[in-house]
């Protein structure tokens, strides 16, 4: 990397800047000319202050849509919808500051917090973080999900949406003491809190360089790099923030967290949040057919978390053999066997996206066949209901098959992060 | 005002209207062989990093009017490179329009970025392929990384995918297929 490459982002990003704030005068000067014409309109301006008996308490949002599309609110009249209600319990397991009991100091008005994305500001989790003399407002609010790779959609989707395009919970911080407007960004969602791949970076008015990382409990100071040849910047963290003012210049590209003995921390030390998935947000695939390697038959799922919010699986799941609406009487071993792991059930943490497995094997009928299962019935642990799936076919050697005497044993793994970890040598 | 390391180039891309920080992360990831393709085709360093700056800020200006169907960020951006390099090779200069309309200053280049550029050339058009190797469908960009970035043999990559291995060659094949009909179709003719 050269002197040029970062110089010539500086020119690009100062003229993205430059152009931006020319877009917002011709922006904000049709917008006064609207408000001159619509008369009344600018009245309700000043009502959005939240939660802390400043000012009126907005009506809680209702239902979100059910394609989580809003349209885009005129900054003079728009008051930010907000709930009592709790965030994930994921981010909060991860968040200390959003724990830790409400003060008077983090009454803060919020007004002009129109950021269309947003859906609801959780008000009961709005924190102050006073550092270095900087103080910066944690807003927790719920975001319209994310439709067909577009981070917010511009207009309603023309069709329904698709599984598991869902809202989801993000940070958002406000520079307090900026002149207005104030800056405020996304920080961080919980998924990447927990990933340690949120770096946010603002220019504040004034020309400072507002760099924020938000990071989980345990994180007590991080390091960003600039890329090849760049000094690293090291920030304290106070109250899950790490803050700095650097002039303005490249965009960081990496962080490095550590702990208080000075320790790097890697994301995967994180504990597991620990909050069990629901059958919202799982799905499971069809079986896949395992090339045998000593006469069984084999087949591994995949358990999808498709939500927008990290949540965990463990344990095994159970298992049930149909050849057409007949239940097979065959005996299902946990864990055992030479074609599953032996390893003891472990919480599996599911990232939006992710996936976890389980293999179900059978040693195959020698002599006689007496029923091919051709579908399975599946429970996840903790997971109310159950998953119909077809069996693997049409080939014979493609199907479990069951047949009398001993033998009948199907064994099943636990679930695993990978399906590596599922096999006996896992 | 946004930036991230973790969202595609996408979301990059529709991010920079409201946040230009984003386009510094799309502008990271890609300059490297924007400007070793440029210098590898133009063989002179200096009107490559010109160039390269036509390319990024016409890519800033319309990143907005960028569109996922038809095409990747990646090859959308080539397109962009390609069309500046057609232009720079028939005009013998920069073009500099795009800068023009960003009321961008000139970046100066020094002895040290001429060195760096031309080592980049020397990748040449192996750093285009890296740069579209991102657009590959997500099956295919990982066996075609794992066998002909990290060398892997074909079983090892059938057992971690938990395919066999005909389909891992099948999926490497299509790869390349894909990146060289990719790079035929935005080739400029000069």
Known sequence: MTDFVDRLEQELLAAGRRARARRRVRAAAALAVTALLSLGVVGAVGAAILSSGHGPRPTPTAALPQHCWQPPRDPASAVAPSTDASPSTALLSLLGVLRRPATNGD??????????????????????????????????????????????????????????????????????????????????????????????????????????????????????????????????????????????????????????????????????????????????????????????????????????????????????????????????????????????????????????????????????????????????????????????????SQVLQYCQGPGNVVAVSPLGPSLRAARPLG | MVDSDRQSDAELLQATATEVEAFGVFYRRHVDWVLGFLAHRLGDAELAADVTSEVFAAALLSASRYDATKGEPGSWLYGIACHKLSSAVRRGAAERRARRRLGMGPVAVQPNDIEWIESLARAGQGQVALGLLHDLPDDQRRVLTARVLDEREYGDIAAEHAIPPSTVRKRVSRGLAALRAQMREREPSE
């Open chain 1, 107 to 396: 009454r803060i008005s919020l007004r002009g917090l129109i950021y269309t994305p947003i859906t609801a500001v959780y008000s009961r989790y709005v924190r102050v973080v006073d550092t270095d003399g900087m103080r910066v407002a944690l807003v927790l609010a719920q975001v319209c999900g994310r439709v067909r790779g577009s981070p917010y959609p511009a207009r309603p989707p023309a069709s329904p949406p698709r599984s598991g395009v869902r809202p989801y919970d993000a940070i958002f911080l406000i520079a307090l003491d900026a002149p207005r407007p104030r800056a405020m960004f996304e920080a961080a969602t919980a998924a990447q809190v927990e990933a340690g791949g949120a770096i946010r970076q603002a220019w504040p008015e004034g020309g400072r360089s507002l760099v924020a990382v938000v990071v989980p409990d345990g994180v007590a100071r991080v390091e960003l790099s600039f890329g090849t040849h760049q000094p690293r910047l090291s920030m304290p963290v106070r109250d899950n923030l790490a803050l700095a003012t650097p002039s303005p210049g490249p965009s960081a590209v990496a962080v490095t967290w550590y702990d208080s003995s000075g320790r790097t921390i890697h994301h995967e030390q994180l504990p597991v949040p620990g909050v069990p998935c629901t059958a919202q947000e799982l799905d499971l695939s069809s079986p896949r057919f395992i090339s045998p390697m000593a006469g069984e038959h084999a087949d591994w799922f995949a358990v999808t978390n498709i939500s927008a919010r990290n949540c965990t699986v463990e344990g095994y799941p159970t298992v049930y053999l149909y050849a057409g609406t007949r239940l097979l009487p065959v005996s299902i071993a946990r864990g055992s066997g030479p074609y599953v792991t032996h390893a003891r059930p472990r919480p599996v943490a599911l990232a939006p996206g992710s996936s976890a497995y389980f293999i179900v094997a059978k040693y195959r009928c020698d002599v006689q066949t007496v029923a091919a299962a051709s579908s399975f019935a599946i429970l996840i642990p903790g997971i109310p209901g159950e998953w119909r799936r077809d069996a693997v076919g049409p080939s014979d």
